[in-house]
C-alpha cells in the first residue's frame, strides 16, 4: 500500500511538472523580462502632446531594458477604442497602455462602457501633469479672472467659451469655474482642439480652457490673453501667471494628465518593472527639458500612488459632469 501511495505522488508530480513546463512560456519571469518587443497603446491619433509624451518615455524606457518599445497609435472613440484594446490584451507585459485625464471622466459621461476602469486595469505610474491656461481672446475686456468675472456676472450667459469636445478636459475646467465662481457662459464645443484654436484666434468665441503647448506662441505674439493657469500651483513653464485658485478661488484644480497602466492581472513584478524604468527616464535631464518647454511637468511615484490619483479625479469629475448635467451617449 504504501508503495502504491508513493508511486502515485510521484506521477502526481511528474504531471504538475509537465503542466507548468507547457504553461511557463505565457507566464514570463521578471529576470528575463522584457525578451520581446513591447506594445504601448496610445489611444489618440500620432502627434500632439499625448503622443509625444508616450514616444519620448517609450524609447527610453526601450533603451533600458533592452527591447523596442513599440507606440501603436489607436485614436477614436473618445480614448474608448484603444483603451478597451489594452484591457482586452493579454496580462503578460508586452501590451501597456497610456491614459490621460479622459481616463477618470468617461465613465461619468457614458450609459455605457466596454471595459470598467477600475477593475480591468493595473496602474503603473503618473507620468506627468499639464494645468490647461485659461485665455481670452484680445476683444475680451479683462485682464485678470477678477475682471472677467465681473464682466460675466454683469452680462451673464453673453460671453461663450470653446472647448475639444464634449466632456474634454477643457470643458470640464470650465464647467468647475462655472460652478465655483457662479457665472454664466454658454459652451461652443469642436471636434478637436485645432478648429477651436482657430475660431478663437479669429474672434468667433471669447474663451477657452486649452492646454499650453499650442496656445503660448498665440500668447506671446498678442493674438491671445492669458489670465490664470488651472493647477494647483504655478506652472514651470508660466511662472509669472497666477491660478485660478490663487486668484480668488481656493481649492480649484483642473490639470491635465498622462500616466501607464497594464492589463490587469499584469504580474507585480512586470508593473515594477515599467515603474522603475519610466521614473528613472522622467528623471533624464533632456525628457524634463522637453516636457517643461511644453507646460508639462514631470510626475513619477509609485503604482499605489497613481491608483489612489485615478480614483479621486474620477470622484471629482463625476461631481461636475453630474452637476452640469453632461452625458455622451
Known sequence: MTTTLALHGRLCAVAVAATAALFAPC?????????????????????????????ALGIKMGAALGQQFVVDNRGGGGQ?????L?????????????????????????????????????PIVLIAQ???????????????????IALLKAQPGKLNYASSGTGSGGHLAAE?????????MVHVPYKGGGP????????????MFTSPAPTLPHVKAGRLRALATTGAGRSLAMPNLPTIAESGFPGYEATLWYG??????????????????????????????SFVARGIEPAGGSPEQFAAHIRSEMRKWEKVIRNASIRLQ
Open 260 to 289: 501607464f497602466v497594464a492589463p490587469a492581472g499584469t504580474p507585480e513584478a512586470i508593473i515594477r518593472i515599467l515603474n522603475r524604468e519610466a521614473v528613472k527616464a522622467l528623471a533624464d535631464a533632456a525628457i524634463r527639458e
Open 86 to 122: 489594452a484591457a482586452k490584451a493579454a496580462a503578460n507585459g508586452y501590451t501597456f497602455l497610456l491614459v490621460s485625464v479622459t481616463h477618470s471622466i468617461n465613465p461619468s459621461l457614458r450609459d455605457k462602457m466596454p471595459y470598467d476602469t477600475i477593475k480591468d486595469f493595473a
Open 176 to 184: 468647475l469655474f462655472k460652478s465655483m465662481a457662479r457665472v454664466n
Open 27 to 55: 507566464l514570463p519571469a521578471a529576470e528575463s523580462y522584457p525578451n520581446r518587443p513591447v506594445r504601448l497603446i496610445v489611444p489618440y491619433p500620432p502627434g500632439g502632446a499625448t503622443d509625444m509624451v508616450a514616444r
Open 80 to 84: 474608448l477604442i484603444g483603451t478597451d
Open 130 to 148: 499639464s494645468a490647461n491656461i485659461l485665455v481670452t481672446h484680445p476683444s475680451v475686456p479683462a485682464r485678470s479672472v477678477k475682471q472677467l
Open 196 to 207: 477651436a484654436y482657430i475660431d478663437l484666434v479669429a474672434g468667433h468665441v471669447d474663451l
